[in-house]
């Protein structure tokens, strides 16, 4: 579509959106400022670079082999920077413990230090994106029993809690360099197939072992913890040691950031719900956002009604400020950097669509106890002219505008991915 005809289009939704007090313009300069962090390891399905990497494992799995999988350091970095140019806004990467750089040798995990991510520190700085962190606590032989920081055994626990220690610093490390706060996201597969028999034993462990990796402090302008539940995987059907209780529980106590993974837990739960309450208990939120299908399968994001009330709740609530927004899904049966740019761009349109809702006068009709303009607002909010002002800030921030993002993946899969 001609440059003119989106202008023509925007101006024409703006004035829709100024009949019912809304500015389209301040919506859209306020989702400048909102980064979403991209998940690293959609783009290799959760390899890493290690030489003995055992990837997705620990009730986590990635399906299909689609063609063009990034092999190395180089591709993956190659089709970060595709997606990337596909996608408006502000960003950020999100990195796995396991994708360190090894050219200076290989390291166990829990001797990994941060010049092993100075090459993705100057990467980010190049392009002006901040970076978050995880540390690895799957695919490797001392976490193969299914247990890691609530293991019995003291010497595999230790190993972990080293794991954690050493990426707590590569975060502040990271966060230092970049001048933007690297957010650290602890999450362990620990769990059980069976009914265990001492849950109390396995979370006391747990809580023990957080309390050592976090003993070490650092400034909040460089890092900051977070800690993620989960409700079952593959292999650990009957218990979950990091439960959303025990993680609630121990985040308020000792000041962590919450995450919610929208993946992690039971099907009729949606963390949309959950923001409201757990804001008022915890200074700041970290949202995995991914699409489960029946369990925690990591589907790509698509603009669902979840997603929808997720960015609803964001903004509404005044939680902007407050959330650190990230992705969260590996799928293998397409291609790769399809799936981030489909991902980003569908977190990013239910930001906007939430931006452009007269969120003051909802909520003065409910106060009011007048519902029923309530509700007529909602449902009209729901056909208003919200694509033209997307495609209006995708021209705007210089990425393709509708179907052309997709021709521009063809293109690179053609010349780049197939030959692989």
């Not at 979370?203 to 409700?231: G, I």
């Not at 009957?238 to 995450?259: I, P, Q, R, W």
């Amino acid at each position: 579509m001609k440059e003119k005809d989106l202008k023509a289009m925007y101006e024409a939704a703006s004035r829709r959106y100024r009949e019912i007090g809304v500015d389209t313009e301040k919506a859209l300069e306020i989702l400048k400022k909102v980064p979403v962090s991209m998940h690293c390891w959609q783009g290799d399905d959760v390899a890493g670079f290690e030489a003995t990497a055992g990837g997705a494992s620990g009730g986590i799995l990635t399906t299909g082999n689609y063609p063009g999988c990034a092999r190395n350091m180089a591709e993956l970095r190659a089709d970060i920077d595709k997606a990337w140019s596909l996608i408006p806004g502000a960003k950020r990467l999100n990195l796995h413990a396991i994708y360190a750089d090894y050219s200076s040798g290989a390291v166990e995990r829990d001797e990994l230090k941060p010049e092993h991510f100075d090459s993705w520190i100057e990467w980010a700085k190049r392009r002006g994106a901040g970076l978050d962190f995880n540390p690895t606590f799957f695919g490797h032989p001392l976490a193969a029993s299914g247990l890691t920081l609530s293991h019995p055994d003291a010497k595999i626990r230790n190993f972990w809690i080293r794991h954690g220690q050493a990426c707590r610093r590569i975060a502040a490390h990271m966060g230092k360099k970049l001048n933007s706060c690297c957010v650290m996201n602890t999450w362990i597969p620990d769990g059980y197939k069976d009914i265990p028999a001492d849950r109390l034993g396995a979370r006391k462990r747990l809580a023990a072992a957080l309390d050592t990796m976090l003993e070490e402090k650092f400034p909040k302008k460089q890092m900051r913890d977070a800690v993620e539940s989960k409700l079952f995987g593959i292999g650990c059907e009957s218990c979950t040691v990091g439960s959303s209780e025990f993680y609630l529980g121990y985040a308020v106590k000792n000041g962590l950031v919450l995450c919610l993974d929208a993946g992690h837990f039971h099907p009729t739960e949606v963390i949309s719900d959950k923001l409201s309450s757990v804001s008022l208990f915890v200074d700041e939120i970290l949202l995995h956002v991914s699409r489960p299908v029946r369990w925690d399968s990591d589907h790509v994001v698509i603009l669902d009604d979840e997603l929808c009330a997720i960015a609803q709740e964001l903004v509404r609530g005044k939680l902007l400020d407050r959330t650190h927004i990230g992705l969260d899904y590996f799928d293998a049966t397409i291609n790769r950097v399809a799936a981030w740019a489909i991902g980003m761009r569908n977190m990013q349109k239910a930001l906007l669509r939430a931006l452009l809702e007269p969120t003051a006068e909802l909520a003065a009709f409910e106060k009011k106890f007048d519902f029923t303009s309530r509700l007529v607002y909602l449902e009209e909010l729901k056909t208003m002219p919200f694509a033209a002002v997307w495609d209006y800030y995708c021209l705007q921030s210089g990425v393709p505008v509708g179907l052309e993002y997709y021709a521009a993946i063809r293109d690179y899969e053609q010349k780049v991915q197939s030959k692989r």
